[in-house]
Structures are given as structure tokens and as C-alpha cells.
Nanobody, 116 residues
């Protein structure tokens, strides 16, 4: 399984971006899909998770601003990011987990830069 993240870019404070994570195969079998980010000099952190049943969880820092969603027909997970702040800057990675096989898959990352 390959995950291809896209949609990053440079945006001003208060702007919006939508990230996409396209899987090479069906995402039906993934128990969870999530977005993570890593800022320069910091550890990678969890941003948002969506389960196969559609349950969503968010980091406190992005609640009310970010929305994670999945389109099973397009085998794609999205992260809609609104009201962006400079502290949202980092490389964003998507991740998929399949519990039955213990499979954990990461995308290659897409850069998000929010200017002040």
C-alpha cells in the first residue's frame, strides 16, 4: 500500500488549505487513518484521526479549525485546514493502520507553511 499526500503550500495567517492522502488501494480495510505533522526541531505529533466507522478525534490545538474526512470510493482521506496559524507550519504526513495484519503505512509528507 502506498499513500500519496498532497495539497500543502504557502498560505497567510487565517488562510485555508486542504490536504489529500490518496491510497494506492482500497481504504475500506484500514481501521484508522490519520494526519500527523512535524515542525522543525520538534517531534511528530498527531493532528487528527478518523476510524473506519467515521469517528473523528483532533488534537486540542486544531479543534474547531481542522476537519478530517474520508472518501472510501476515491480511497482518499482529506484534512481541511481553516484559520491557519504560523504554529501550524510543518510537514504533514498521513498514516493508515490495519489492525488485522499489523500494517502501518505512512505517506511521504507535504509541506505546509503559514506566514505571519
Amino acid at each position: 500500500v502506498q499513500l500519496q499526500a498532497s495539497g500543502g503550500g504557502l498560505v497567510q495567517t487565517g488562510g485555508s488549505l486542504r490536504l489529500s492522502c490518496a491510497a494506492s488501494g482500497s481504504i475500506f480495510s484500514f481501521n484508522t487513518m490519520s494526519w500527523h505533522r512535524q515542525a522543525p526541531g520538534k517531534q511528530r505529533e498527531l493532528v487528527a484521526t478518523i476510524t473506519s466507522g467515521g469517528n473523528r478525534n483532533y488534537a486540542d490545538s486544531v479543534k474547531g479549525r481542522f476537519t478530517i474526512s474520508r472518501d472510501n470510493l476515491k480511497n482518499t482521506v482529506y484534512l481541511q485546514m481553516n484559520s491557519l496559524k504560523p504554529e501550524d507550519t510543518g510537514v504533514y504526513y498521513c498514516k493508515a493502520v490495519r489492525i488485522s495484519t499489523g500494517g502501518v503505512y505512512w505517506g511521504q509528507g507535504t509541506q505546509v507553511t503559514v506566514s505571519s
